[in-house]
């Protein structure tokens, strides 16, 4: 048994709020935790992780409804959050009723939506709002039957004594169980004891979404709403100087067409502004259909403003980068150019990736009604705080007459993030004085985008006479990004490391895209990898278990600096290394892989045929240690969806430039993984080890790069350097 | 502008629309049938696929003065209660994650299965492989497509 406490000095992790109707509703705070910190430190949090963002409730008919104000991006925060809640609280997962919070109403304070962090920050919170309302509907009890509250215990719904035989519905205490006062420390279920937590829940939404009702962004409908469109710059490094609209505004339905000053001088942008352009052109019309034809009839002028790049100029501007020294290593242990000297064998080699756009399946878009008195929002937004903190610096209005709200999103993958067309929509309405969905093309969305950078990375290791890595340097590179994590594996393994970086600046805008700079580095590491255990005699598994030892048992530097814990990282490699008979196995065209990012660890091992120059995967044993898993068959989703998306962007997908110009901007031309070249299975592990449980909408889809690069080259001879896979020239490295 | 006479999910529905207009838009726009999806409007993702007299097309191409009186089912008519055995394989398998793209992937497989009730691995992986999904959901797509099959043949 744990004991929780509810508050910190005068700040209160839950409260009873003052919502109306029957039954016992509490309001408390998702993220809340102070697991491990000190009162100081606690005191010194953000204040609002005390402010109440979520809320229970139990019905006087036993219901229990839970208010979600996280936003959905495909994630299943929508079901996995309200289970460990439900599971303190001892309820019957059929009787409780999932609803999205809208932001800032009177119960909510704050929001947030963290990649890949929802689950590991809410779960002590989400465990005590649960616990709390247990424990009032208990000491509600004991207090109507006269009786000690250590005599009471719980069954799914109902309060039971069991002496006198006395038993309640939670419903039938629940108004009582409101007059308390909140108690200073609850209880917390023991792990072995969890009845929710652990087992498959169906998808809340799933009946919605198979019914096709309207939950997106794109399906806002208001009374009297117009639909936006904008044009956007057609390359990095041009601006707006005229345009003839004459033709366009003459067109069936089309109500405007007009310059927009999204961010004029002045504004205060947030970091969530991304990639927003200060002028577009807005076609405002009656109907997206007249409003894509008016499009096209305007004729825009722009004029150069800054540098038109191109792929070529990428290229060379960072393998230039990898040859320029840095001014100071990022981490240096030992000396890595006097082992490189008395090494036996040195290895060297260069990796890149491409620029690669979000594509969430459903475009950006968002519905915007300003007027002086009130902006309201809607759409798909994974930082709804920082877009009205924008909305409200750019319509110079106070922040508590902008009202944001949320839908579920048809993919986020980082993209949503940078809200931009969220003003830009805010912006528009204003100028229409009335209500309207900006909605983005595909084109549109590709070619404005926020993009993963372009990536470069140099690996070079040593080894001695006995095959064992003595020495281990990376250098890496991104557009307007440095890629490194310094302190990752091996970091702490190696004698002599060094990591160094550079960042290129550039004018095509990057940001986060699903496990940012993971999402290229683990393939391009555990490549190399492989490489140098191949190189070494030894076998690739074998080969990391050494290192994870290392780092275990005789790390190197300070061991606090090293951000991983090789016993996981080691568990995962060797729980791949079983389920996938690695040992004696048959296959030959097989490779390994293993990384930690996002707080979570994993293990691939990837069997595969080569169809002419397309890898097909045959299976994927995939070990995760992810600490509890909340959702089993939720959570295998992710892993297999990571696990596709990781092969498919590092075989097919790129972005390139001419003169700043996005050269794909639809899917003929950009090319996603499909069904067909996705793997034939996937087998997902979990590691089980009662650790407070860890993200999983990222971590799988790091490493698998490099199980798929190393059973490639099993099968083809051949390294691969260069993503896309399937475009690597032939002659490299 | 001109008047046309579609039929959709049973019923008879008269809106006034260039006729150009692709279907996609009518009913998002039009008819406030939202279920059917804009995913790249050049027939690439599959998103916007509905049936068109039982055949899986992509709407976001299909223009309304070509349609005439075929008959037109969107995901909200693909049954009265969300029983349609595809969609009932979809919640048991749990395929969605973003779930955005799944309408269209439900109305290529219903439809592909009606044409083809008995199919092998491969023709299900071809059926599908027109339907594009970010999340990575295939694997289940794919297995879902095949538990539908097997209701339907019990």
């Not at chain 1, 968002?366 to 920082?386: R, S």
């Not at chain 1, 070249?677 to 799988?700: C, H, M, R, Y």
């Not at chain 2, 003065?65 to 398998?93: C, F, M, R, Y």
């Amino acid at each position: 048994m744990t004991l929780v406490k509810t508050s910190i000095g005068r700040r209160s992790f839950i409260r009873t709020t003052g919502l109306a109707g029957g039954g016992l509703v509490l309001g408390f705070s998702w993220l809340a935790s102070c697991k491990g910190k000190t009162e100081a430190q606690v005191m010194q949090m953000p204040k609002e992780w005390f402010d109440i963002n979520g809320f229970l409730k139990v019905g006087e008919n036993g219901l229990v409804t839970i208010m979600s104000p996280n936003p959905e991006i495909g994630q299943n925060i929508k079901t996995a959050m309200p289970m460990i809640v439900a599971e303190e609280l001892d309820i019957d997962w059929n009787n409780v009723l999932v609803e999205q919070a809208p932001l800032n109403t009177a119960i909510f304070t704050r929001q947030l939506a963290g990649g890949s962090q929802s689950i590991r920050q809410g779960w002590e919170g989400l465990r005590m709002a649960g616990a709390t309302a247990r424990h009032m509907l208990k000491t509600a009890a004991a207090e109507a039957w006269q009786v000690p509250i250590d005599e009471i215990t719980t069954s799914p719904g109902m309060l039971h004594h069991e002496a006198s035989g006395k038993q309640a519905g939670y419903g039938d205490m629940a108004s009582a169980a409101s007059q308390l006062d909140i108690p200073e420390e609850v209880e917390l279920k023991d792990n072995d004891t969890f009845s929710i937590v652990g087992t498959d829940r169906k998808n809340v939404d799933g009946p919605k979404i198979v019914t096709g009702k309207p939950l997106f962004g794109l399906d806002v409908y208001e009374e009297g709403m117009l639909t936006a469109m904008i044009i956007h710059p057609p390359a990095f490094g041009m601006t707006f100087t005229s345009m003839d609209a004459d033709a366009a505004k003459a067109m069936p339905g089309i109500k405007d067409v007009f310059l927009v000053d999204v961010y004029p001088e002045g504004v205060e942008k947030q970091w969530s502004d991304g990639g927003g352009i200060p002028q577009l052109v807005a076609i405002v019309g009656e109907s997206t259909w007249q409003c894509i034809q008016a499009k096209k009839a305007v004729k825009v002028q722009w004029e150069k403003s800054g540098t038109l790049e191109d792929s070529d100029y990428h290229e060379a501007a960072l393998t230039e980068m990898l040859d320029t020294p840095v001014e100071a290593p990022a981490r240096a242990d030992g000396d890595v150019a006097a082992a490189f000297k008395k090494a036996a064998k040195v290895i060297e080699r260069t990796y890149s990736a491409p620029f690669l756009a979000h594509n969430t399946m459903e475009p950006m878009n968002f519905y915007a009604h300003v007027t002086p008195d009130m902006a309201v929002l809607n759409g798909p937004i994974q930082t709804p705080e920082f877009l009205e903190k924008t909305v409200a610096a750019r319509l110079d209005m106070p922040l508590e007459k902008i009202d944001v709200q949320m839908t579920r999103m048809g993919g986020g993958f980082g993209r949503r993030l940078y809200g931009h067309f969220g003003v830009e929509a805010a912006v528009i309405s204003q100028k229409m004085n009335a209500p309207i969905k900006l909605v983005y093309t595909r084109e549109d969305d590709m070619t404005q985008g926020t993009y993963r950078p372009a990536y470069k990375v140099r690996y070079k290791a040593g080894l001695d006479e006995a095959g064992n890595l003595i020495a281990w340097h990376v250098k890496g590179v991104g557009t307007n990004d440095d890629l490194i994590f310094e302190n990752r594996f091996p970091a702490g393994a190696v004698d002599n490391y060094l990591a160094e970086k550079h960042n290129l600046t550039s004018n095509v805008t990057t940001g986060a895209w699903r496990a940012p700079r993971s999402n290229f580095i683990a393939g391009a590491e555990q490549s190399f990898m492989d490489e140098v255990a191949e190189a070494s005699g030894k076998d690739p598994i074998d080969f990391r278990l050494e290192l994870f030892d290392r780092a275990m048992t005789n790390p190197v530097g300070d061991p606090e600096k090293n951000d991983y814990d090789p016993a996981r990282y080691a568990g995962v490699l060797k729980l791949a290394r079983e389920k996938s008979g690695w040992d004696g196995g048959t296959n030959k065209n097989r490779g390994v892989s293993a990384y930690y990012c996002h707080n979570s660890y994993v293990a691939q091992v990837l069997d595969l045929t080569m169809d002419g120059n397309k890898p097909m995967v045959d299976k994927v044993w995939c070990a995760v240690d992810c600490g509890i898993v909340i959702n089993p068959i939720s959570a295998k989703n992710q892993v297999e969806g990571g696990i596709v998306d990781g092969i498919g962007h590092a075989t097919y997908s790129q972005l390139t430039f001419v003169d700043g110009v996005p050269q794909q901007k639809n899917y003929d031309t950009y090319q996603l993984i499909r069904g067909a070249e996705a793997p034939k299975e996937v087998e997902t592990f979990f590691v089980d080890n009662g650790i407070d449980p860890t993200g999983l909408g990222e971590p799988s889809l790091p490493p698998i790069s490099g199980a798929l690069a190393n059973a490639m080259y099993k099968a083809t001879g051949r390294r691969y350097y260069q993503q896309p896979y399937i475009l690597q020239k032939p002659i490299v490295g | 502008m001109a008047t046309f006479t579609l039929n959709i999910n049973g019923e008879s529905r008269e809106i006034d629309v260039d006729p150009n207009t692709p279907i996609l838009w009518v009913l998002r726009d039009h008819l406030n049938l939202v279920g059917t999806k804009y995913g790249c409007g050049i027939a690439q993702c599959g998103a916007c696929t509905v049936h068109l007299e039982g055949t899986a097309v992509r709407s976001c191409m299909l223009t309304v003065s070509s349609v005439g009186n075929q008959k037109i089912t969107t995901i909200e008519g693909l049954s009265e209660n969300g029983d349609h055995p595809v969609q009932k394989a979809w919640l048991e398998v749990d395929v969605p994650q973003c779930g955005y793209c799944q309408a269209g992937q439900i109305m290529t497989a219903s439809a592909f299965l009606e044409k083809n009730p008995n199919p092998t691995d491969e023709e299900i992986e071809m059926a599908m492989n027109g339907n594009i999904c970010r999340c990575g959901t295939y694997i289940r797509i794919k297995k879902a497509v095949k538990i539908a099959a097997n209701t339907n043949n019990a």
